[in-house]
T-cell receptor
Framework: SQTIHQWPATLVQPVGSPLSLECTVE??????LYWYRQAAGRGLQLLFY??????ISSEVPQNLSASRPQDRQFILSSKKLLLSDSGFYLC????????????FGPGTRLTVT | GQNIDQPTEMTATEGAIVQINCTYQ??????LFWYQQHAGEAPTFLSY??LDGLEEKGRFSSFLSRSKGYSYLLLKELQMKDSASYLC??????????WGAGTKLIIKP
């Protein structure tokens, strides 16, 4: 069966500090991978998605970036965090192709102080 | 533009039935998803509709009308554990999900 991991679970970082969140998927190959952010009481905002190694599509221009160095690894980064970067970050995967559901990791709650 | 509308909050009684509505406007359409999200947790998949009609899964059912751009999630025999947010998401022509803000469902004993 497939499993998706995210870490860390919670993170408190000062403004201006760097960020690295990691997501890995087990039990499948060549998945589509997604990074979302969810503000408190709000819906999901798609940040980045990837259909293969080294292929990243950005949905929202901001101070975040994403990389996919391996087939089942997806990394979200920032060089300098802003207060507005606080939120619940969710990684998700789905089988490559058309209409398949997305499965979410447990999420990282980031607070920028 | 692309848009998903669903009520912000609903309240229902344990043991009752509740219907959560969702209307969508997308560039192309490749199906409608419903997810459940408990507070502080990740969303979990509930249902997928791509054809008109009702899909039943135990206590949960989901309905789609493509001509009306409308879907609903029906929850029967409500239990306290059904207290959660329910997210509606429409898949556009590029197979990307457009998400609603979610409906917070409060179940009272």
């Amino acid at each position: 069966s497939q499993t998706i991991h995210q870490w860390p679970a919670t993170l408190v970082q000062p403004v201006g500090s760097p960020l690295s969140l990691e997501c890995t998927v087990e039990g499948t190959s060549n998945p589509n991978l997604y990074w979302y952010r969810q503000a408190a009481g709000r819906g999901l905002q798609l940040l980045f998605y990837s259909v293969g190694i080294g292929q990243i599509s950005s949905e929202v221009p901001q101070n975040l970036s994403a990389s996919r160095p391996q087939d089942r690894q997806f990394i979200l980064s920032s060089k300098k965090l802003l207060l507005s970067d606080s939120g619940f970050y969710l990684c998700a995967w789905k089988r490559g192709g058309e209409s398949y559901e997305q499965y979410f990791g447990p999420g990282t709650r980031l607070t920028v102080t | 533009g692309q848009n998903i509308d669903q009520p912000t909050e609903m309240t229902a009684t344990e043991g009752a039935i509740v219907q959560i509505n969702c209307t969508y406007q997308t560039s192309g359409f490749n199906g409608l998803f419903w997810y459940q999200q408990h507070a502080g947790e990740a969303p979990t998949f509930l249902s997928y509709n791509v054809l008109d009609g009702l899909e039943e899964k135990g206590r949960f059912s989901s309905f789609l009308s493509r001509s009306k751009g409308y879907s609903y999630l029906l929850l029967k025999e409500l239990q306290m554990k059904d207290s959660a947010s329910y997210l509606c998401a429409a898949q556009d022509s590029n197979y990307q999900l457009i998400w609603g803000a979610g409906t917070k469902l409060i179940i009272k004993p």
